[in-house]
Nanobody, 121 residues
Framework: QVQLVESGGGLVLPGGSLRLSCAAS????????MGWYRQYPGTERELVAT???????NYVDSVKGRFTASMHNAENTVSLQMDILKPEDTAVYYC???????????????WGQGTQVTVSS
């Protein structure tokens, strides 16, 4: 099993910054991709940003130029630096990881417990 533990989040003023961090632990042979999704009340989770172990990134259009995702392979961690935050960024943010647990094993998806980000004056 793989566990994802998130930190960061909270309340921030519009235009402010927050940093989310997530660490993967447990039975890990290789972490392929890590990233962040977010969920608004009554909706499905949407991709915010992902990073592959090779450093390839993918962002939803609404956060490009404001959010930066970084993956640290040696530590199996991912961070999300969020700048110029807007009220519409308010959501629950979930850490995501695609992990190969054992050699020759399958790649599986794992999720963190979620952390609230609120952007409000």
């Amino acid at each position: 099993q793989v566990q994802l533990v998130e930190s960061g989040g909270g309340l921030v003023l519009p235009g402010g910054s927050l940093r989310l961090s997530c660490a993967a632990s447990g039975q890990i042979f290789r972490v392929n991709t890590m990233g962040w999704y977010r969920q608004y009340p009554g909706t499905e989770r949407e991709l915010v940003a992902t990073v592959t172990r090779r450093g390839n990134t993918n962002y939803v259009d609404s956060v490009k130029g404001r959010f930066t995702a970084s993956m640290h392979n040696a530590e199996n961690t991912v961070s999300l630096q969020m700048d110029i935050l807007k009220p519409e960024d308010t959501a629950v943010y979930y850490c995501y990881a695609n992990v190969q647990s054992v050699l020759y094993g399958s790649d599986d998806d794992y999720w963190g417990q979620g952390t609230q980000v609120t952007v409000s004056s």
